[in-house]
């Protein structure tokens, strides 16, 4: 996700491991020395890159669920708007045809009253 309005999805390779990816350079006045390492380096590849994968896939997953549960509320969102332009819409043509009605009313009263009273001059 990149942000509210955008997703954009994205491969990554997760296996093999590449070793261009671990290079660290370091720098040429440190001193190095040889080290011995309990449990050997495979050992601890062996325990740490099945960590690394479920991490991996599950923060994949969590992330493609906030994205889904994202484009979910904006879609909601954009519902509930076009529903209250609607609404705003359809008030004002019910004013509209409401007030014509009582003009129309109102007009009919008084063509009937202006009718009585020529009645009643005559």
């Keep these: 996700m990149i942000n509210a309005i955008q997703e954009e999805t994205q491969?990554?390779?997760?296996?093999?491991?590449?070793?261009a990816d671990f290079n660290i350079q370091i720098?040429?006045?440190?001193k190095r020395e040889e080290l011995a390492?309990?449990?050997s380096p495979e050992v601890v590849m062996d325990r740490i890159v099945p960590d690394y994968i479920v991490g991996f896939v599950y923060g994949a997953l969590v992330e493609s669920f906030s994205c889904?549960?994202?484009?979910?509320?904006?879609?909601?969102?954009?519902?509930?708007?076009?529903?209250?332009?609607?609404?705003?819409?359809?008030?004002?043509?019910?004013?509209?045809?409401?007030?014509a009605s009582i003009t129309q009313e109102?007009?009919?009263?008084?063509a009937g009253a202006k009718s009585q009273k020529k009645k009643r001059k005559k």
């Design 11 to 19: 491969i990554e390779q997760l296996l093999p491991l590449k070793k």
């Design 27 to 30: 720098p040429v006045d440190f």
């Design 37 to 39: 390492l309990k449990p």
């Design 68 to 99: 889904e549960q994202n484009a979910r509320m904006m879609a909601m969102e954009a519902a509930s708007k076009s529903a209250k332009d609607m609404l705003h819409d359809l008030d004002i043509q019910y004013n509209r045809a409401r007030q």
């Design 106 to 110: 109102i007009t009919e009263v008084i």
